[in-house]
């Protein structure tokens, strides 16, 4: 076949890609930042879907994400496409745990706790069972401690989506409007 690739990628070449990928990261997110962009719909329905996306994912409940941010999204009346971005970029093997550190940590400050056997648990032998066994040594620091967190990424992330958003879309009309002025007759006889 014309284009079929000589040699095939096989499943290790393509793990490798979504952990780190070949073109380097800097042009994935310069990619992802054109893409977001160009989502049709207004800044604040853009900024709105990517930023609650983006908040879902400072909770610690991973498998919900997806429907919680979309819940949050159609109330606020933001992009779903946008959010379901948001959620996986910003809720990835990479930042989950730095994510999940920070919310428990200040969970446990929001508490007022110092030293807990959750805390032992999480440095030395914590198992899944033991997440079973008692999910509210860990779930309910964690969960406290995201609110502040989801709260502050929300606005950051909205004011940040929403301003190249803006300057995306102004500057797209500005070039359509430049070559309609250059490709009118009246302005070809001044």
């Not at 054109?34 to 996306?53: D, E, K, M, S």
């Not at 032992?120 to 032998?125: S, T």
């Not at 779930?139 to 990424?153: D, F, K, Q, W």
Request: glycine share 8%; hydrophobic share 45%.
């Amino acid at each position: 076949m014309i284009l079929k690739r000589r040699h095939p990628r096989t499943k290790a070449h393509h793990i490798r890609e979504a952990l780190w990928p070949s073109m380097g990261l800097a042009r994935v997110l310069r990619y992802y930042k054109h893409r977001i962009a160009r989502l049709p719909g207004t800044p604040y329905y853009i900024a709105a879907g990517f930023a609650t996306g983006v908040s879902v994912s400072f909770t610690p409940f991973v498998g919900f994400h997806l429907m919680l941010a979309g819940l949050i999204t159609w109330i606020l009346g933001g992009s779903l496409v946008a959010m379901a971005l948001g959620t996986l970029i910003s809720g990835n093997p990479w930042t989950f745990p730095f994510i999940w550190l920070s919310s428990y940590k200040l969970g446990q400050m929001i508490m007022g706790q110092q030293s807990t056997k959750a805390a032992r648990m999480l440095h030395h032998q914590f198992t899944f069972n033991d997440l079973l066994q008692k999910p509210m040594e860990l779930l309910l620091p964690m969960s406290l401690g995201s609110l502040p967190l989801a709260i502050t990424a929300w606005f950051i992330t909205y004011y940040i989506v929403s301003d190249i958003v803006k300057r995306q879309k102004d500057g797209r009309m500005t070039r359509i409007q430049g070559k309609r002025h250059h490709a009118s007759p009246s302005a070809q006889k001044d």
